[in-house]
Nanobody
Framework: QVQVAESGGGLVRPGGSLRLSCNAS????????MGWYRQAPGQQREVVAF??????TYGDFAKGRFIISRDGAQNTVNLQMNDLQPEDTAVYYC??????????????WGQGTQVTVSA
């Protein structure tokens, strides 16, 4: 069975930084893409950033402030978030699109980690 698990998150003051990590584990043949979404109360889930085999994509609000990176050998994606603002408060979810050793395509989601930006 394949799963992804997040770590990081927490409470930070406006202007501060946080680093989220996500690890995919299990019987993985190949990761097609991996990244982060977020959902604030009463809002729809939106793309934060994801990384594919050919490049990276960021949500408009993340450009210039957030950096996504991948440690391919560890099946880990990191999200460095800088200059955080109260509007960044949300639950952040890790997502992966991958092929298992049985050649099955799956898209597991993590449980989510809370990021709260408040003075």
């Amino acid at each position: 069975q394949v799963q992804v698990a997040e770590s990081g998150g927490g409470l930070v003051r406006p202007g501060g930084s946080l680093r989220l990590s996500c690890n995919a584990s299990g019987s993985i043949l190949r990761i097609e893409s991996m990244g982060w979404y977020r959902q604030a109360p009463g809002q729809q889930r939106e793309v934060v950033a994801f990384i594919t085999r050919t490049g990276t994509t960021y949500g408009d609000f993340a450009k210039g402030r957030f950096i996504i990176s991948r440690d391919g050998a560890q099946n880990t994606v990191n999200l460095q978030m800088n200059d955080l603002q109260p509007e960044d408060t949300a639950v952040y979810y890790c997502y992966a699109a991958l092929t298992t050793m049985d050649y099955v395509y799956v898209e597991p989601w993590g449980q989510g980690t809370q990021v709260t930006v408040s003075a």
